[in-house]
Nanobody
C-alpha cells in the first residue's frame, strides 16, 4: 500500500525558510522518484520540484531558491525552501506517478 505523509509547513515571513518532508512507504523512491507540487486557491496544481535516480527538476519560479533531496535510508524526500515569497503561499503536496498523493501541508508566506 502506497502512503505519503507531508510535514513541515507553516507561517513564515517573506525572505524566510522552511523545510518540507514527505515520508513514503510502499514503493521504491529511487526507481520511481517523487515530486513536490503546490496548489493555491483558484489555481491549478503545479509541479514545483521532482527527484528521481539522482536527477532533479525545478520549476522556473523556484530555481535557486528551493532544493529537493532524497534520503533512501529514511525513505523521505525533503524540499528546502529559502527566500520565500508571498506567491509561494499554497498547499504543498508530494506525489508519485501522478497517482498517489499525500494530504498536503500548508505554507503561508506573509508579514
Amino acid at each position: 500500500q502506497v502512503q505519503l505523509v507531508e510535514s513541515g509547513g507553516g507561517l513564515v515571513q517573506p525572505g524566510g525558510s522552511l523545510t518540507l518532508s514527505c515520508a513514503v512507504s510502499g514503493f521504491s523512491l529511487w526507481t520511481y522518484g517523487l515530486g513536490w507540487y503546490r496548489q493555491a486557491p483558484g489555481k491549478e496544481r503545479e509541479l514545483v520540484a521532482h527527484i528521481s535516480s539522482g536527477d532533479t527538476f525545478y520549476a522556473d519560479s523556484v530555481k535557486a531558491r528551493f532544493t529537493i533531496s532524497m534520503n533512501n535510508v529514511k525513505n523521505t524526500v525533503n524540499l528546502q525552501m529559502n527566500n520565500l515569497k508571498p506567491e509561494d503561499t499554497a498547499l504543498y503536496l508530494c506525489g508519485v506517478l501522478n497517482k498517489y498523493w499525500g494530504q498536503g501541508t500548508q505554507v503561508t508566506v506573509s508579514s
